[in-house]
């Protein structure tokens, strides 16, 4: 204790014994902690804040990783670790901080660690250089809330990755109590037994809750199957040289999907209006007649099959939104019509009229990615099937002859190639021939499909796409209701 003079005095107990600490650093006792009766402590004034027993921290052993360092929160734990052969045991010199009723330890914040030199964890700071280089650290400190304090805040400096935490038999609540109470054995289970603490991003195969095998789906053209089976949760990029028909084929697919499968669709068409342009394109897919075919029943029918199966991100009708439609802005209503709708099926056509806010510091080959994985990870988190219908660059019709454009013809960058679980060119070779060529440039995974080219024969007056075979698209009729195919 601390006389009225300010030096220290050390107290013995009736029997004239006194329970001394040294702690030795490089080989020489900066510091000195006794214990009296009735588990009371106090230090040599002065003494340098470092870990009991802190030498040991330069055991090569430490180094290599061969073996951890415990870490207690007192003395008498550190040699009961020892004791029971854990001979890379260290003790922190003041006990754990205090925690008050009603907080929860793991949420109190100590000073920034930055801040240690001169803090509550100056012992760790005067470490650092030893502690950087130990690979594996277990943290053996009481069951109660200021040792799960403690246990925090030397994570926080320790670095979850490297700590592993004990669990302590019921009615045990440190080393001590499991020797005292359970044996020497039962201490080895218990460092032995320490588990990683959880460090967020990365998991081990049994942190992974089973799930079914992966679900593909039809696009509704049998032909197709063998190169292309969507999924839900997938990016899928459509590109083709304009004029050749990759809205009007997106908008066909998501008729067959909706239709056997009962989805809903989202769709963001910027670059024609919805009615009554877009409208005209899904009376045609859902009544599978040509205009001219078309009877009053028929048109309500298909206006039936819209009004359940389709919904439109855009400005108010009325025009009386004026926000730009960023694409911050349409992943929001997007994640609005999942909950509101239950749509499966995110449709951004074209990506050009999409306002496109890019940062001063971000140049488009960074903001194209960053987009891209932004909706990557929409899709992922809604389990929607997003599908984003881009221009090929001008370069693609450059000296007078149009080629088939590639995923990497898309203005911006090759993260259109790179980022997409599914890549698709619609391709017309020869106008006068009522064929279109699907040609499916990646599959980012076997079982979801492969590359090639399927030729869908297009059929003018519907607007839509059967195949070669003769075979129907499959689909039964949409729950509740029978629409024409």
């Not at 499916?440 to 499909?449: C, E, H, L, Q």
Request: charged letters at 30%; aromatic letters at 8%; proline letters at 7%.
């Amino acid at each position: 204790m601390t006389s009225e003079n300010g030096e220290t005095e050390v107290v013995a107990d009736p029997a004239g014994n006194i329970v001394v600490f040294p702690f030795i650093d490089g080989g020489k006792v900066v510091g000195e902690k006794y214990r009296a009766p009735g588990k009371r402590f106090w230090q040599r004034k002065g003494g340098r804040k470092t870990f009991w027993n802190a030498d040991v921290m330069d055991d090569p052993s430490l180094e290599a990783g061969t073996r951890p360092l415990v870490i207690v929160e007192g003395e008498i734990d550190a040699l009961t670790a020892i004791d029971c052969g854990f001979v890379c045991t260290v003790s922190v010199p003041d006990g754990a901080p205090p925690v008050r009723d009603g907080e929860v330890p793991e949420e109190l914040g100590d000073a920034d660690p930055e801040g240690d030199a001169t803090g509550k964890f100056e012992f760790v700071y005067n470490n650092r250089h030893r502690i950087k280089r130990i690979k594996r650290f277990v943290l053996a400190v009481d069951n109660d809330a200021p040792g799960r304090r403690l246990a925090a805040e030397l994570v926080r400096r320790l670095g979850a990755a490297r700590c592993s935490f004990v669990a302590y038999p019921e009615g045990c609540k440190d080393l001590n109590d499991v020797r005292m109470k359970l044996g020497p054995d039962a201490v080895v289970r218990v460092i032995d037994g320490a588990k990683p603490y959880p460090v967020k991003g990365v998991y081990q195969l049994s942190d992974y809750p089973e799930t079914d095998e992966p679900q593909t789906f039809s696009t509704g053209w049998p032909d197709l199957d063998e190169n292309l089976r969507l999924w839900l949760g997938e990016l899928l990029v459509v590109t083709g040289i304009p004029g050749h028909g990759k809205s009007t084929w997106t908008m066909n697919m998501c008729v067959n999907l909706a239709k056997r499968h009962g989805w809903v669709i989202a769709v963001a068409s910027f670059e024609i209006p919805t009615v009554p342009a877009l409208r005209f394109k899904l009376r045609l897919a859902a009544s599978g007649l040509g205009a001219k075919e078309w009877t009053r029943k028929a048109v309500q029918e298909a206006d039936d099959f819209i009004q359940d199966h389709f919904v439109f991100i855009d400005a108010d009708p009325a025009g009386e939104i004026e926000d730009d439609m960023t694409l911050e802005w349409l992943l929001e209503r997007a994640a609005d019509a999942v909950i509101r709708h239950g749509v499966k099926v995110l449709v951004i056509d074209p990506w050009n009229e999409v306002e496109h806010s890019r940062p001063k510091n971000e140049n488009e080959t960074q903001y194209v990615n960053r987009a891209l994985r932004q909706i990557r990870r929409f899709a992922l988190r809604h389990q929607v099937l997003a599908i984003v219908v881009a221009h090929p660059t001008k370069d693609v019709g450059k000296g007078g002859e149009a080629r088939t454009p590639t995923l990497y013809d898309i203005e911006g960058s090759a993260a259109w190639y790179n980022k997409p679980d599914h890549g698709v060119v619609i391709d017309v070779p020869d106008p006068s021939i009522k064929e279109t060529v699907v040609w499916v440039k990646k599959a980012r995974f076997s079982w979801s499909g492969k590359k090639g080219d399927v030729t869908l024969e297009y059929v003018p007056e519907i607007e839509g796409y059967r195949s070669l075979h003769g075979c129907a698209p499959l689909w039964p009729a949409a729950a509740g209701r029978k629409y024409n195919d």
